[in-house]
């Protein structure tokens, strides 16, 4: 066992920024988090072509064309069904990262990647509009397996002084991934008719690099200790991961958790709610979750070219002005990179979903005026551009972290009730009442609180009550 084998420490964990952790955080955003981005703006550029090829199918088979209505639902479907495969990968992630881990479950799910590069590159060849969506529906299975377990990942491997910082590679690399569909979809490089498969499959290569070199690097070190109880794989993924060989803190915190999940019972999604201890970070993850899904970013992303085009843009410039929207969207990304460690990540959140909503009544305002007043075009599309950097800026760059954070504060907040408790059984045995807000408010580390230590009971009992849900 881990207990055995480790000597006690009581070092600080802190840590340097390796180039194993640079080059872990670059491989699995490039051949997950980029892709992500890249599907959501791919059928943008190519949605003339790929109607036509829809059409011409179907004159093929049955020996007439589609009505508008028809083959507009069929293009909906196609953008639509990546959605739907997004939502049954979020489903499957957690059977996933259990069975082959974290690394593992970025290195096997390639696979799909490749299976539906394959689809879309041949659909054209085969005359089979069905290999795109299905293709399309791949892509988004993938896209929700990953979207889950890179930050899972990346956080797990990262010391916690970096975690923030590598929290955001992710979101970065999606950034980067729509505004690279939108350069390659310039009718100067994919964006011609002939084009149009090997746009939709290009996804093959960012992953294809990820495939040769990800597996060299170790497992996370959480998962290789927690859930395969394997000590000595644990310590030379740390050895890894770390500029220095101090790693005790970092394997006995890991221990701490390992003997508190042990003891802790495995609750149910109704008992999750029923718990009042946990109640307001549950409210915060589903606020936070409904928020970013209910946003509206993706039918931006899905359909900025048809509302350049509603808003009076001529059709040879849409293209470009859509890529200049992709370069916004990086450099709001960066900036609440550098920001958030400055003004935070609720006031970041709050700021972005409020942006949004302004710019999301100004398009609507927009785009029933514009017909009447023309300056109303040029409103719709500052609009669009406002949508963007204010997700990027917010929603986008702090959701995340948001949500591991609340994570983190849970677990502690269980490790803190399983001390608790356990001193509470121990005074039992001996005939002792215990004194709970003392016991409770002595079980969190006086000495990590910068308020210093409780001058009476009741500030105690507050802390304790607050630090699950403030990390303090």
Same mark, same amino acid.
């Not at 590159?121 to 896209?143: Q, W």
């Not at 970013?297 to 059709?315: R, V």
């Given at each position: ?302 359909? @900025? ?5 509603? *808003?009076? %843009? +001529? ?6 002005? #859509?890529?200049?929207? !992709? =370069? ?35 398009? @609507? ?5 514009? *017909?009447? %007043? +023309? ?6 599309? #500052?609009?669009?551009? !406002? =949508? ?45 009442? +215990? ?38």
């Amino acid at each position: 066992m881990a207990e055995e084998v480790l000597i006690p420490s009581s070092g600080k964990i802190t840590s340097q920024l390796t180039g194993s952790l640079l080059a872990v955080a670059f491989l699995t955003s490039l051949g997950s988090s980029m892709l992500y981005g890249y599907n959501l703006a791919v059928v943008n550029s190519p949605a003339v072509y790929i109607k036509d090829f829809y059409n011409q199918s179907v004159v093929n088979r049955n020996g007439t064309g589609l009505s508008e209505e028809t083959l507009t639902l069929m293009y909906s479907l196609t953008v639509s069904v990546f959605a739907i495969g997004g939502l049954l990968g979020s489903v499957i992630v957690g059977i996933l990262v259990t069975r082959f881990g974290r690394k593992g479950t970025v290195v096997n799910t390639t696979v799909l990647v490749f299976i539906a590069s394959l689809l879309m590159g041949f659909s054209r060849i085969c005359g089979s509009p069905e290999m795109i969506i299905v293709g399309r529906f791949i892509t988004g299975i993938h896209s929700g397996i990953s979207l889950s377990v890179v930050p899972m990942y990346l956080g797990e491997i990262a010391p916690k002084n970096l975690r923030g910082f590598l929290g955001l590679v992710p979101s970065i690399f999606i950034g980067t991934g729509v505004f690279t569909a939108q350069i390659l979809g310039l009718h100067e490089l994919l964006g011609k008719e002939e084009h149009w498969p090997l746009f939709l499959s290009v996804v093959a290569v960012p992953t294809f690099i990820q495939l040769m070199l990800l597996p060299w690097f170790p497992e996370s070190p959480r998962y290789l200790l927690i859930e395969k109880h394997n000590v000595h794989a644990t310590i030379t993924a740390l050895k890894w991961y770390r500029a220095k060989c101090d790693i005790q803190a970092e394997i006995e915190e890991m221990q701490e958790e390992q003997r508190s999940l042990s003891s802790v019972e495995t609750l149910s999604v109704w008992k999750l709610f029923q718990d009042d201890t946990v109640r307001w970070q549950v409210l915060s993850v589903m606020v936070i979750n409904i928020g970013m899904q209910l946003s509206g970013i993706d039918a931006i992303w899905f359909y @900025t070219n048809d509302i350049f085009e509603d *808003a009076g %843009i +001529p059709a040879p410039e849409i293209p470009y002005t #859509t890529a200049g929207t !992709g =370069i916004i969207e990086i450099i709001a990304g960066l900036v609440g990179c550098f920001s958030i460690e400055k003004l935070g990540r609720r006031p970041l959140m709050i700021g972005g979903f409020t942006m949004m909503g302004i710019c999301c009544g100004g398009i @609507t305002v927009s785009l029933i005026l514009q *017909a009447h %007043i +023309p300056f109303m075009r040029y409103v719709g599309v #500052t609009c669009v551009v !406002g =949508i963007i950097a204010g997700f990027c800026i917010g929603p986008d760059v702090c959701g995340v972290l948001q949500l591991l954070g609340i994570r983190h504060h849970m677990s502690v907040c269980g490790r803190l009730r399983l001390r608790g408790d356990t001193r509470d059984q121990e005074q039992d045995l001996h005939g002792d009442k +215990p004194n709970v807000h003392q016991e409770r408010g002595s079980s969190i580390d006086a000495g990590s609180d910068p308020r210093g230590p409780a001058k009476t009971k009741e500030d105690e009992r507050l802390r304790w009550d607050g630090a699950c849900f403030t990390g303090v």
